[in-house]
């Protein structure tokens, strides 16, 4: 399954390799902000690039609007330990554009994903009736407003 999210680059980390077959991985972090029922909440998306991927984050500053197309992934394993099941995910990028870049050869007959807004607010810009990529409608009971997710 393909995805897509925009935001702003948070922090980049040095590639990092793993075994005899040096495996690579670089993992880098997405700023997400949206707005619910007034509300800006702020979320923070590690996502991993692999082997030649690794590469492509480079050409893009700390602070950038940028849309990820990524994948996720998951395994499973036995915890030595206890005997245990346990599972990873991960979000493999397998492309970083800018968020203004346009699909490439789409030019003109896709809507583009809305801008990452760079303002003190940290929101999402809802400009004209564009509603790809934002949040759903969400319209929660009077008794949850204030609820915290922890």
Known sequence: MSLELTGKLLVKYEPQEFGEKKFKTREFVIELAEEINGNIYT??????LVQAKCDIIDRFNLGDAVKVSFNVR????????????KYISNLDA????????AP???Q?????????????NNNYSNQGNNNY??????????????????
């Open 108 to 120: 003109g007959n896709q809507q583009a994903a809305p801008a990452y807004n760079n303002n003190n």
């Open 133 to 150: 990529n934002q949040a759903p409608n969400f319209n929660p009971s009077p008794e949850t407003i204030d609820d915290l997710p922890f």
């Open 94 to 101: 397998w492309r970083v554009e800018a968020a203004n870049a």
């Open 104 to 106: 490439a050869g789409n």
């Open 43 to 48: 979320n923070y998306a590690k996502m991993q």
């Open 74 to 85: 998951g395994r499973s394993y036995i915890d030595k330990k206890d005997g245990s099941t």
